[in-house]
């Protein structure tokens, strides 16, 4: 891309090289025309000549040299302590005994600059992904809650003063995310047994595409309810579902439904609301 003063577009080149080419203009003459040097005019003729159209196309203004970079090897351990240790650029310098600026541009590279973007177990970047259209891949999981006892529990109590066996009981908030939209839909269920998750998905199916999704794909962990039931897999059957798991322990594959399950934890199951006004 031209950077912003530039006296030249790609039209502009393509526009001298046709009153010099076509139009037997000078060089001087199309130089001064177009507010640029004669040596400018020059180089974009030759580069016409030798490319044709695309020789008029901006180009990477990357240097095809770069002789006071790192080696391989500092390189390297850069990245070996970055994943191992998850330092960052000032401690990696003082550690390897390089200045942090090539450190940064070494994490920078390879896209290890952020600690949120690297998997914390394994170090190696994260790779994010998204389906191209609405409703061909759906992320399905399942979150068990503790039944708030009456009073309040230890968020509200403290872990001293709140009791230890309340037996309330649990229940599960089962959820649906687009991969592409991030439409969700959920809904709080007394179980998680493979009919309830199999009726879940009838009515997420059904809302979905009342708002014109029709769900291609559905992802969901290995638990038994999704695997092993024929239940629920007869249901993706009559939807016309296409049923994948995520890879064992790992739940970053279904991240997206993941950090769903996260923002309504603190956003909405626990939250400690305030008394409305006039009322203790």
Partial sequence: MAHATARLTVFGRDLIVQRVREGGWSAATAAEASGVSRATVYKWLSRFDAEGSEGLQDRSSRPLRSPRRVSRRLEDRILRLRRRKKLGPHRLATRLGVPRSPCYAVLKRHQLQRLDRIDRPTGEPIRRYEWEKPGDL???????????????????LGRDAAPSHTGCGYEYVHSAVDDHSRLAYS??????????????????????????????????????????????????????????????????????????????????????????????
Avoid at 148 to 153: F, L
Avoid at 247 to 276: D, M, S
Wanted: glycine share 6%; hydrophobic share 35%; proline share 7%.
């Fill in 138 to 156: 759906v992320h399905v999981d399942t979150k068990k809650l503790a039944r708030i006892p009456p009073g309040g529990g230890d968020r509200k």
């Fill in 187 to 280: 809904e709080l269920l007394p179980d998680e047994r493979a009919e309830s998750c199999a009726a879940f998905l009838r009515r997420a199916a059904t809302y979905f595409r009342a708002r014109g999704i029709v769900i291609q794909r559905l992802l969901t962990d290995n638990a038994r309810m999704y695997r092993d039931s024929a239940v629920f897999r007869s249901t993706c059957s009559d939807l016309g579902i296409e049923q994948r798991f995520i890879r064992p322990r790992r739940p970053q594959t279904n991240g997206k439904v993941e950090r769903y399950n996260r923002t309504f934890l603190a956003e909405w199951a626990y939250v400690l609301c305030p008394p409305l006004p006039g009322r203790s």
